[in-house]
């Protein structure tokens, strides 16, 4: 079926858009478990690339597990399918010139593996939110451990299902250690030298 799909050549590029925008754009991954603070601190992060006029986009459960992956459980195979369809979603985003920030427990391996290849590894920065699962457990942000110590939760992240921890992220955070605002700047000024054109 897809030997007989021929691309269409279109005339604006990525290389186009990422003129127009006067940046490059790539995938920010962040992993960790529920409740470690991937989305508090992408947020902050998107903000600030807002505020400096960078074209953000930010994908996580709410608007991922509620409509295009809304089929999908939390077994193993559904959530490999559910990284991949969120990497394919992330690809098309970069082509559209955009800063694509990505907050999934994600916890194997060898589906972070799979969302490099995807979007290839040059636009792919892996970000271990690094807290512990005693800490996790304590915020309990969702009131999903607390379900899953029920058994009201089957496969919880931490709980009844493994996290396999980044072994060479780009960049670890250990939440018990560094403020929301402190991790934040640090990803910001790890990512401005990639996002810049090269003419600039
Ligand atoms: P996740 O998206 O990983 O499931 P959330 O970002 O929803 O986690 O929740 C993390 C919780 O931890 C928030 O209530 C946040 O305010 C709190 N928190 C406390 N300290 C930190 C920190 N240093 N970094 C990130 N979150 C933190």
Redesign the pocket.
């Known amino acids: 079926m897809s030997d007989h799909i021929i691309p269409h050549s279109y005339q604006v590029s990525i290389s186009h858009r990422k003129t127009l925008n006067g940046h490059n754009s790539l995938l920010l991954w962040?992993t960790?478990?529920?409740?470690?603070?991937?989305?508090?601190?992408?947020?902050v992060v998107e903000r600030k690339l807002f505020d400096l006029g960078i074209k953000t986009y930010t994908l996580?459960?709410d608007n991922i597990r509620k409509g295009l992956n809304k089929n999908l459980s939390f077994s193993p195979e559904d959530r490999a399918e559910n990284i991949r369809r969120i990497a394919e979603t992330a690809n098309l985003m970069i082509d559209a010139g955009i800063v694509v920030l990505g907050?999934f427990?994600s916890p194997y391996k060898k589906d972070r593996q799979n969302i490099k290849a995807i979007v290839t590894e040059v636009n792919f920065v892996e970000i271990y939110?690094n807290?512990s699962i005693k800490e996790?457990e304590r915020?309990d942000?969702?009131g999903l451990y607390k379900k899953a110590r029920a058994g009201e939760i089957k496969n919880m992240t931490g709980i009844s299902a493994p996290y396999e921890a980044p072994e060479n992220p780009d960049i670890e955070?250990k939440?018990?250690?560094?403020?929301?605002e402190?991790?934040a700047q640090r990803i910001v000024e790890y990512i401005i030298p990639k996002i810049k054109l090269q003419n600039e």
């Open positions: 962040f960790g478990l529920s409740g470690s603070g991937k989305s508090t601190i992408a947020n996580d459960g907050a427990v939110v807290t996790c915020r942000v969702k955070i939440t018990e250690r560094e403020t929301v402190d991790a």
